[in-house]
Structure formats: structure tokens, C-alpha cells
């Protein structure tokens, strides 16, 4: 780790912070985190380039050198990138694969000609729980959208009805879950043990993802009672293909690189030998680079082959998942090096020392400093990175378990109240023709459930764990 040579911040983390200190990065860190919400939201600035000015004025009002602050940050994004990345590209790729072959279509089709009119919301937020585990949430949106819109005009459903529980089960799968890029950089920054933080961001997931679907989705209909409209469905990715894989393979494939690192921390918890042999097999199956991989490669064949993909086409599908993931990389690797330079300058650790003496959790401070930057930048991964670099002290000396909550908490933090700050607010006002206030009683309240119930579960988890 690079440390700002500043004489008044700590170089040696062990050493308290002076209160002249904590005033002054106290003042960094809110012209920092000002300067990149105000190039965001008001002269609407692309996130990458917003970040890096963000991580400049921050060491420069700390009294930081200028060099030493580039420094920090190209440390940071450089590690972020190499640590997630990779994750991020292989899981672009087998979301591409499997919208692409009909896969996601096939899941979708086969739930819905299963489910009556009474548990179709039910199946809507099964759906976007299986199909937005790979995907990212905006491919999500538009795989899925065309399916709500025909159930909800095919069984004369409110669109509400239909729509929230897919939407819930995709946002959901965004802030907690990963490989999805908020959670892995989390993960990274808190040295989470992500197995572990995959298994409980499913116990957390699960009740989070019903509240905030199906059971609001009953007054969210009430309250916006409007129909599909007719100019909005799009064509599904596999109207065009003669075949597309089965349901049971499709699902096998999907959920293949989390079975493999569920097993993986399984098998930690249980033997917890490092020298194990068996141990150590399944800390190489059970890591996300192979786990992903292998999942991509076996796509390939049980996706790609199925649908009738030559080998050409497997190339050429692979090659256009890694054209909308670059924004992505360079938000998330930005984010990471404004992070360094958050923890380079001493920001984590004054955290640390201030909060000490507070009478709040941890956890709950994590989730109101996402809620915070979540508001302010309307962007969930900026909130979930920058969140998470300033809390990382704070998992030095927590359990495996406790450490993954912290991840699970900031997560759930960066999902509160999406509104116009948001890209993903104005994708489903469209893609569902509503006003501004309908999508704030709709959409909004459900981004904010899913957060404070998120929250819920992550304290009440941390009683027992």
C-alpha cells in the first residue's frame, strides 16, 4: 500500500490521527465526494472521468502531494481491475450466452406456462432471480421487459403487478449477489471471504427479494394502476433461432459457478485446514476466476451448441459481451483507486477512531454512508465502492461471517430511494410509459424496501452469526 507522505496523516495506521487531522480529511473527503456528485448530476459528466477529478481535489485538500495522490489512485484502480475485471468480463460473457441462445427465454417460458394467475408474480421474481445472477441489471431490464409487458396484457395484469417482482429480482441480485461488480469490488475492499458473502447475500436475498416483489407489488398496483404500452415490446433475442437449449441444462449452467463456490466455502468451514488436501482442491475449484470460467466454457457448449451456434458464432457472441462492459470497468476500476486514495489518506482510519466511541454498529454505519452516497450520485456501484473504501478499517478485526455482513450492509445501502439521479430510474419509466411521480411511488419505494429490509436482515443475521 502506498501512504500519502503528509506529515499530519497517519503513515503508520497504528498511530492516532490528530483532531486538526480528522478536521481536514473530514473537509477532503466532503469536497472529494461533492465534486464527483456535483460533475455527475449537474454538468452530467461521465462517472469514470468524474471519479478521478473526485480522487484529485480529495488529496489535494487533504495537503496531500500531487504525485503521491496519482500514485494512490492508479494503485487502486489497477488492483481493482485486476481483482474484478476479469469477474466482471467472464460474467458478461455467459449473461451474453445466455440471452443470446434463447437460454433466458427458454427459463422465462418454461416458469410461466407452469405458474397459474395467482402465483404469476411469484414466478416473476423467480425468473429475475435466476436469469440476473450472470447478467448484469440493465441487460436484465431488457431481456425481461418484453415478458412482463405480454403476461401483464396476455393475463389483463396490472403492469405493476408483474413488473415490481421482476424488477425487485434483478436489483436484488445487482447490490447483493456477486459476481455482479458492487458486490466483488466490496469483497475486495473488506477482504470479505466472497463464498461466504454469496451464501448469506442469498439468505439475505431471498426474504428481501419477496417483500419488495410480490407483496408490494399488490399496493403498487393500487397505486399506479396503468397498462402495458403498445410501442414498447421489443423482439426477443431467440424469435429469430430454430431451437434453444433446455430448461433443466440452462438452469445447470447458470447456477454452476455458484454451486462451485458455495462448495468451496463449505468445504473451508467444515474442515478449515489450509494444509488439506481436499481443502485445498476446492479453494481452486471454488475461486471465482475458475468457477466463472469454467461456467463460460461449459456455456459454450450447453447454450451456445444447443441453440445451433457454429463455432463462428460462439466467437462473434463473445466478442460483443466485452463492448458494453467497458463503462462499467472504468467506473469500477475509478472507483477503486478513489477508494486508494480514501485509505491512503488516512480516511479509513479516522473512521475508525472517531466511530469507536459511537454507540452504532458497524454494519449500520456502513449502510448509512452507502444511503448517503446512493442519494447523492444516484449510481449504486460509485455508492458500493466508495462505501466500502472508507469502512474497510472497520473489518480488520470482525469474523468471516461478520466481514461478509459489512459487504451484505453496503450493499444494501446502495440500493436506497433510486430517483432522476439515476440511469435505472428513467430506463423503467420509459420502458413502462409512467410519469416522474409514478415511477417515484412505484419503482422508488421498491429500490428503498429492498435496502431497509436488506438492512433488517443483515442486523438480525448478525445477532445470531
Known amino acids: 500500500m502506498t501512504h500519502l507522505s503528509v506529515e499530519m496523516l497517519a503513515a503508520d495506521a497504528t498511530e492516532p490521527i490528530t483532531s486538526a487531522g480528522h478536521a481536514q480529511l473530514g473537509i477532503a473527503v466532503l469536497a472529494g465526494i461533492a465534486v464527483i456528485v456535483l460533475l455527475i448530476t449537474k454538468f452530467k459528466l461521465h462517472a469514470f472521468l468524474s471519479l478521478i477529478i473526485g480522487s484529485l481535489v480529495l488529496g489535494a485538500v487533504a495537503g496531500a502531494p500531487l504525485d503521491k495522490t496519482i500514485t494512490s489512485f492508479s494503485a487502486g484502480l489497477g488492483t481493482t481491475v485486476a481483482g474484478t475485471g476479469v469477474l466482471i468480463a467472464l460474467g458478461a460473457v455467459l449473461g451474453k450466452l445466455l440471452a443470446d441462445s434463447g437460454g433466458a427465454d427458454q427459463i422465462v417460458d418454461t416458469i410461466l406456462a407452469r405458474a397459474s394467475g395467482r ?10 432471480g435466476i436469469v440476473g445472477l450472470p447478467i448484469f441489471f440493465e441487460v436484465g431490464i431488457v431481456l425481461l421487459i418484453p415478458v412482463v409487458l405480454l403476461v401483464a396484457k ?7 403487478r408483474i413488473g415490481i417482482p421482476a424488477l425487485a429480482g434483478l436489483s436484488v441480485m445487482h447490490g447483493l449477489i456477486p459476481p455482479h461488480p458492487g458486490p466483488l469490488v466490496a469483497i475486495d475492499a473488506v477482504g470479505a471471504n466472497l463464498g461466504v458473502t454469496l451464501a448469506l447475500g442469498v439468505v439475505v436475498a431471498i426474504p428481501t427479494a419477496i417483500i419488495a416483489g410480490p407483496v408490494f ?8 394502476d396503468i397498462a402495458p404500452p ?20 440452462t438452469v445447470a449452467t447458470v447456477l454452476l459457478p455458484v454451486v462451485m463456490m458455495l462448495a468451496k466455502a463449505l468445504v473451508d468451514i467444515v474442515i478449515d485446514d489450509p494444509e488439506n488436501v481436499t481443502q485445498r482442491i476446492f479453494d481452486v475449484i471454488g475461486s471465482p476466476l475458475i468457477a466463472l470460467l469454467t461456467a463460460v466454457l461449459v456455456a459454450m457448449f450447453t447454450l451456445g ?22 463503462g462499467v470497468l472504468l467506473i469500477v476500476g475509478a472507483g477503486g483507486g478513489f477508494k486508494q486514495t480514501l485509505v491512503d489518506s488516512g480516511v479509513g482510519q479516522m473512521i475508525l477512531e472517531i466511530s469507536k466511541d459511537w454507540n452504532i454498529s458497524a454494519l449500520l454505519l456502513a ?18 465502492i466508495s462505501a466500502a473504501g472508507l469502512v474497510a478499517p472497520l473489518a480488520a478485526d470482525m469474523s468471516t461471517t461478520h466481514g461478509a455482513l459489512l459487504v451484505l450492509a453496503i450493499g444494501s445501502g446502495s440500493l436506497f430511494f433510486s430517483h432522476v439521479n439515476d440511469a435505472g430510474f428513467w430506463m423503467v419509466k420509459e420502458y413502462f410509459g409512467m410519469s416522474v411521480g409514478q415511477t417515484l411511488k412505484t419503482w ?16 438480525l443475521l448478525s445477532l445470531v452469526l
Do not use: H
Open 230 to 249: 403498445e410501442n414498447m415490446v421489443p423482439q426477443r433475442p431467440s424469435e429469430d433461432l430454430e431451437k434453444r437449449p433446455g430448461f433443466g441444462v
Open 444 to 459: 422508488s419505494v421498491m429500490e428503498t424496501l429492498i435496502s431497509v429490509v436488506g438492512i433488517i436482515c443483515v442486523l
Open 154 to 160: 396476455r393475463g389483463n395484469f396490472s403492469l405493476m
Open 217 to 224: 407489488s399488490r399496493y403498487a398496483a393500487r397505486w399506479v
Open 367 to 384: 449502510w448509512l454512508i452507502a444511503v448517503a452516497i446512493r442519494l447523492a450520485t444516484g449510481s449504486a456501484t460509485v455508492a458500493t
Open 305 to 326: 451448441r444447443a441453440a445451433g451456434f457454429t463455432r463462428g458464432r460462439i466467437a462473434t457472441t463473445v466478442e460483443r459481451a466485452f463492448g458494453p462492459i467497458a
Open 119 to 128: 402465483m404469476m408474480p411469484w414466478a416473476m421474481v423467480l425468473i429475475a
